[in-house]
Structure formats: C-alpha cells, structure tokens
C-alpha cells in the first residue's frame, strides 16, 4: 500500500470512513451474510462488489465462501485499503480491486454469477442507472443483491435534513417498494424485497466483519484524531439524529435474477 497523507481527512462521511478503515452497512454482516443467501454464492460462484469500501465484505466472500471476488470503489482509499485487508487475510488469490464508478462500470455485457451492492446506491442520485449496470454486467440466470437505506414511513422535514447531513445524502431515499420497482424495471425477475427497521442486536454484528486489530486501529484512529483536530471535534458534535429517526429510517435487502 503506498503511505498516504491521512493527516487532514476531509470532513465528510465517506472520508471519514476512508480514513477510519471502515465501512458502514445498515444491520451489520447479518445483512451481508442474508444477501450471500439470497444470491445464491457458493465456492463456484464469481462475485462483484460495487462500493467494497475498506473490503471486509470481499474478504470475508473468499475466506468464507472461497469464491473469487472483484470489488470496484470510487476512492482510491478504499481500493488500497481493500488490497491490504485482502493480503493481511490471506486472500489475496480470490479477490481483486479496482477504481470504478457504479453508475459506468467498466466489465463486459454477462460477465458476474451475482452482484452485490451494500449501502452504495441509496447516495447516487440517479438509482435506476447504477441498478442498470449492476444488472447489465451479470449473466442470465445471475443475481443481484442489494442492502439499501428506505424511509419506513413518510419523514418530517426535519428527519430528512439530518439524514442528508450526516450521512452525505445527496439524493432521495426510496421506499421499499421503490427499490423495488428499481430492480423490476432493469429487467430483474422472482424480486425479494425484506424491510427491516434498525435493531441494535443486529447492527453490533457489525464489529464481526472485522478482526480484533482491525477494530484496535479504527478505534486508535478516531481517538487521535479526535486529540488533534478541532475540525473533526466540531464535526462529531453535529452528528446528532433527532430523537425518533429511525421511526422513519429503516433499510430493505432486496435481490433478483436476471
């Protein structure tokens, strides 16, 4: 991994994350682990992770499963940090990584056996286009699965303004029905679309996609940083939700085959 100058991140949630060594998925592996399920993945099946972010959930494809994997992410942060995550597990073999944007990724027509997608799609403006892709570059009789944020009822003002804010949101947040309209119109049949609303129990299976010195360094990180940067002070006391936010705010994992 070439060093990088990680001393003054940006102030904005993905850099954050870049810059931590972690990635953020509504309802933790379980989710992820439901998604392996629904996609049918087995040791034979070749997988694409669209926004695999510090690359836990490729890493855990090929240590588990034993597939091979390919992760595509917009950073070129999260791509080295996926690179390493995969050698210092020993899965280096199974998986590769590249720079690509979802919304234009760059694999021939048919190429995948499943594509996932976690948390990725939900920020992009234009859903339909990247869920397009995601079913353009697997072949038929593939699947496409996606863990996506869904407002579980309508929002006040109020909720959606904090959500945008905090998490970098720049677009609208589907319901879960939308999300599935999305999949139905990029030509993806038998859609399974399963809400949940957010449970702690469930989100602190999080920390299960890393190892214990993954965690030691994200928590070191966050530490001096907090220490040595008024910035990033500042920024952690605005990420405050209102009470009741996740009254609203929920997720859906969703899954078709081509």
């Given amino acids: 991994m070439k060093n990088q100058d990680t001393s003054k991140p940006g102030l904005t949630y993905f850099e954050l994350q870049a810059y931590i060594g972690t990635t953020k998925h509504m309802g933790g592996l379980e989710t992820t682990q439901e998604l392996i399920e629904l996609c049918h993945i087995v040791q034979d099946t070749y997988v694409l992770d669209v926004g695999c972010g510090a690359g836990a959930t490729a890493s855990i494809l090929a240590g588990t499963v034993g597939c091979r ?121 038998d859609v399974i679309v399963k809400t949940y609303k957010v449970d702690a129990r469930r989100e602190a299976t999080q920390v299960k996609r890393y190892t214990s010195g993954d965690m030691f360094k994200m928590f070191w990180r966050t530490l001096v940083l907090y220490a040595k940067s008024a910035e990033f002070r500042a920024y952690m006391r605005k990420q405050r939700l209102p009470k009741g936010v996740f009254e609203y705010l929920g997720y859906a994992v969703l899954a078709g085959r081509k």
């Fill in 69 to 189: 994997v390919v992760g595509v992410d917009l950073r070129e942060e999260m791509v080295a940090l996926s690179a390493e995550r995969a050698r210092r597990q020993g899965v280096a073999c199974l998986v590769a990584f590249r720079v690509a944007d979802a919304q234009e990724l760059p694999f021939d027509d048919a190429t995948f056996d499943a594509v996932l997608c976690e948390s990725v799609a939900t920020f992009i403006e234009d859903k339909q286009r990247v869920v397009d892709e995601l079913a353009r570059v697997v072949k038929p009789g593939g699947y496409v699965g996606l863990n996506e944020e869904i407002w579980l009822k309508e929002p006040t003002p109020e909720v959606v303004e904090h959500v945008k804010g905090m998490w970098s949101v720049k677009s609208s947040v589907p319901t879960a029905e939308g999300w599935g309209a999305i999949l139905k119109s990029a030509g993806l049949r």
